[in-house]
């Protein structure tokens, strides 16, 4: 079956845009994560889709925001673009049973310039 | 301080030889995930290990948990090239079973 898929794949964008990045998970998984990835900071939780309703969020500022579709589609989205957000940006799908696992996309890579 | 913590940072080893990293918890593990990454890549499923006790392995890779420890420990037997590449632990320390906490990952390098 299809795996986690993230588009776009590299994104080059200037201070202050804005952005919007899309993940499409593994059909049956309705729940969807979002991370962030930089060489400092290494992996850190955004937040956490199930059923169209956030979860769960990390300690990220209002900037970054996120939604899922009914069809279990997320995107993120991330206003005001500062140059630390250059980053890779990673999202997961799960079951969300107990022991179900999480499966990794290939990732966004957005520079911010 | 790190909630989990990997080590050692960085690992250079000649091929055929065996390796063993680890990733060590300050909090309760609910669940505790091996991830290989190659850079700017994705993230690669490895082992999930849920009980204390629990060993898995796939291939050359044996993964372990220590529930008392609070740490999980990956063998890698006989290293190949292929092995290279970035380990990363995460981990449900929340018991919310809706986000990994992630180690800072080791660099795996083997030399032919």
């Known amino acids: 079956k299809a795996g986690v898929t993230q588009t776009p794949r590299y994104l080059i964008k200037t201070r202050g845009q804005q952005v919007t990045l899309s993940c499409s998970p593994i059909?049956?998984?309705?729940?969807v994560s979002w991370y962030q990835q930089t060489p400092g900071q290494g992996l850190q939780f955004l937040f956490e889709?199930?059923?169209?309703?956030?979860?769960n969020k990390g300690n990220f500022p209002g900037r970054f925001s996120g939604r899922q579709f009914s069809n279990s589609r997320s995107e993120m989205n991330v206003s005001t673009l500062e140059l630390g957000d250059s980053a890779l940006y990673l999202c997961?799908?799960?079951?969300?049973?107990?022991?179900?696992?999480?499966?990794f996309g290939s990732g966004t890579r957005l520079t911010v310039v | 301080s790190q909630e989990l913590e990997q080590s050692p940072q960085s690992l250079i080893v000649q091929e055929g030889k065996n390796l063993t990293i680890n990733c060590t918890s300050s909090?309760?593990?609910?669940?505790l995930y091996w991830y290989k990454q190659k850079y700017g890549e994705g993230l690669i499923f490895l082992m999930m290990?849920?009980?204390?006790?629990e060993e898995k392995s796939h291939e050359k890779i044996t993964a372990k948990l220590d529930e008392k420890k609070q740490q999980s420990s990956l063998h890698i037997t006989a290293s190949q090239p292929s092995h290279a590449g970035i380990y990363l632990c995460?981990?449900?320390?929340?018991?919310?079973?809706?986000?990994?906490?992630f180690g800072k990952g080791i660099t795996l390098s083997v030399r032919p």
């Open positions: 997961a799908s799960s079951l969300a049973d107990r022991g179900s696992g999480y499966t």
């Open positions: 059909s049956g998984h309705r729940s």
């Open positions: 889709y199930f059923s169209e309703t956030q979860r």
């Open positions: 909090k309760t593990l609910y669940g």
């Open positions: 290990l849920q009980k204390g006790g």
């Open positions: 995460g981990a449900d320390i929340t018991g919310a079973n809706s986000k990994l906490t």
